[in-house]
């Protein structure tokens, strides 16, 4: 932020005849202009990397015409520092910093475009070098910009973060005041045919509590929505709004606050399992510690619940009788999503088949798919990878089985790479990825 406020870049320069009209003048402070605005592009050029030439979206991912689903949240400049030495308290430490496109919506959405499912992005930027670095890299994706809207006089949102030696977040400090105070429900109301007619609809918790529950009167079209929770702090943001939510993908202490912020606070808890090499172990003790928060949030209306668990994988917690999509008409199969659909053609539970379309059952049932061995580069953008992967599999034509499959594949690519979001994805890659997680998930609950 204070970089902007030190070096401000204008617009435009006063020209010559606003100080003195005399030719020599004239030169004079044209070269003196000319001069500051090589000196200013330095500065801007030295702060603030350029974004890469080209954002290199999955050459399998044609632009598909029609309904398109809508993702409503921050887009953020992400300062990732990582130390090549672990960090100590009150001093610096050698290392590496990046700036690096973020925030929890601004991430899914990109991660979708790049398996072959082009949303609209709905947010807001400042008008500022952060800003303008955001959207160049959008409008060089080839993704719609029509909801990006960007605020003269505004901070872009930026949030630091400083890792520690094994790409866990170690401190990080969120500025993302402008997303709830200037995207409105009135901005949101610009595009509520476009979210009317979407196949699905993502919201992120940094939106303002007016602003969720205006996103939300879409429910009344039969759009079903997502909820990101984005922190234990925000995810207490799902509880007005809790009866118009389809999904939503928190982590172990994320549920846990959801569950709270609709119940009695205090109410459910988790403790965190000590170091346990046993993954079966690890499994049943979270399914124990977590079963209550996720059947009482089914209860208060939601359909489907995606508990992630790091490398342990995640919880799937569902009716049996569950829809996502409000239309299965609507998804636009894509080149990606078919060979992901040929290579998982026939792949379900290798204890027995699974069918949660069944009509007049009101039975709950919790899968687990387990998470597979990565090389981990950073941590970050895993989580979004994820639910960018999910829903991406769900708008290609993929059940829900299958979308949590290729969630957590492209949560792996995400993971071995620096980036938020891996510069490309190979279907085949995701596909083998998927296969082998549903081939080792488990059934571990019907009720």
Known sequence: NFIVQLFPIPRSLPTARNFISTPSAVTMTDAAASSSRRRMEAVRRHLLPRPPPVLSLNQLSAPEAGQIPVIIGGMVLDIHAKPSVPPHPGTT?????????????????????????QPLMISVIGDDMAGDFLLKYWRLAGLCTDGI?????????????????NGELFAGVASVQAVETFLTPSWIYQFYRRISTAPLLMLDANLSPESLQAACKTYESGVPVLFEPVSVVKSSRIAPIAEHITCTS???IELIAMANA???????????????????ESVDYLFEMLSPAMFFLLEKGIKLLLVTLGSNGVFICCREHVNFMKDQKSCKVTPFSTRLLEKLEGCSLSSMPVNLSREGSSRTRVFHLP????????????GDCLVGGFLSSLCGGLDIMQSVAVGIA?????????????????????????RRTLLSARHIWCQ
């Open 149 to 165: 809207l960007q605020v003269p006089d505004v901070t872009t949102p930026v949030v630091s973060n400083v890792f520690d030696g």
């Open 262 to 280: 609709l119940s009695t606070p205090g109410k459910y808890n988790f403790v965190k399992l000590e170091q346990c090499n046993n993954k079966a």
């Open 371 to 382: 998470a597979t061995s990565a090389s981990v580069a950073s941590l970050t953008g895993a």
């Open 93 to 117: 430490v050698p290392g590496m910093v990046k700036y690096i496109g973020g925030g929890v919506a601004r991430n899914i959405a990109e991660c979708m475009a790049k398996l072959g499912t």
């Open 410 to 434: 492209v949560a792996k690519a995400s993971v071995e790479s620096e980036a938020n979001i891996p510069a490309n994805f190979s279907a085949a890659s995701i596909a083998d990825e998927a």
């Open 250 to 252: 928190p982590n172990e």
